[in-house]
């Protein structure tokens, strides 16, 4: 499907960011926004934002974050807020620099608390919906350990070997995220009081089988949203649900975003 921008770079912020659009434009149908994990990047996602766009009529977005991608690099070491300063800093002027007018927010894990915090703490009113998968709000030894395991997998696997294939400077990607986790003040790192404050529905995705979170997450979002708030638990998956069960995920997706649309569009008296 052909994109509806030639631009494959935006500057934000001081930063030149790889970009990819597909589908309609914001003139003519709201935009699905993804927002990518903490290790990925606009390439990472596959096929799926060309999925999304056919099987929800939507234009997509999809940026690599700075340090990641091709996008540029970043210095290190990151702010341990620094899924804040995307939310806050970053996510608007991206929006903006599209001229999007109307968006569901779609982030997985790091992706996904940065969708969560911007719908929590920025008014929006182009924003509709959420879909978070696999959203983390606080720490869990669980996901320490498994990135902690990660770090030895770059070192001294194949991980650093297979980051390089996507990622400008791989180093920056991988510490940039790492080292902000295995700090010892991120073990505090707790940023629940977001979802005090969301007000549009939200959509949650996780695998049972999550090797980074457990779904004690999902039942924080579930207990404190004032919001709608849908689960989706997909079996025998771990953390990328969108890849590991594409076809279950992005028919999930579709439909939610068909049902915000019909919400948008019915009568109001």
Not at 190 to 197: F, L
Request: glycine residues 8%; hydrophobic residues 40%; negative net charge.
């Amino acid at each position: 499907m052909a994109g509806w921008s030639t631009q494959d770079r935006i500057n934000v912020c001081g930063k030149s960011l790889e970009v990819e659009c597909y589908g309609p434009p914001p003139d003519k149908a709201p935009t699905l926004v993804l927002l990518h994990e903490g290790l990925g990047s606009v390439k990472l996602w596959r096929d799926v934002p060309t999925r999304l766009a056919n099987q929800t009529g939507m234009g997509v977005l999809v940026y690599s974050r700075a340090g990641y991608g091709q996008s540029d690099p970043v210095e290190l070491p990151r702010s341990l807020d620094y899924m804040t300063l995307e939310a806050t800093d970053v996510v608007p002027q991206v929006l903006k620099s599209f001229g999007v007018q109307q968006a569901v927010l779609l982030g997985h894990s790091d992706g996904a608390t940065i969708a969560a915090i911007y719908a929590g703490t920025i008014v929006d009113f182009r924003v509709r919906g959420l879909v978070l998968m696999a959203p983390h709000f606080f720490t869990e030894p669980v996901a320490l350990a498994e990135i902690a395991k990660a770090r030895i997998a770059y070192e001294n696997g194949e991980l650093r070997k297979r980051m390089a294939k996507y990622h400008r400077d791989p180093d920056i990607a991988f510490y940039g995220w790492n080292d902000s986790w295995l700090h010892p003040d991120f073990e505090e790192w707790n940023v629940t009081d977001v979802i005090d404050y969301i007000r549009v529905p939200v959509m949650a995705i996780q695998g049972r089988e999550d090797q980074y979170g457990t779904i004690a997450q999902l039942d924080e979002l579930k207990s404190r949203c004032y919001a709608p708030v849908d689960i989706h638990i997909v079996d025998n998956c771990g953390h990328a649900p969108h890849l590991e069960r594409t076809d279950q995920v992005v028919n999930a997706i579709a439909e939610y975003c068909h049902r915000l649309q019909r919400i948008e569009s019915a009568p109001t008296s």
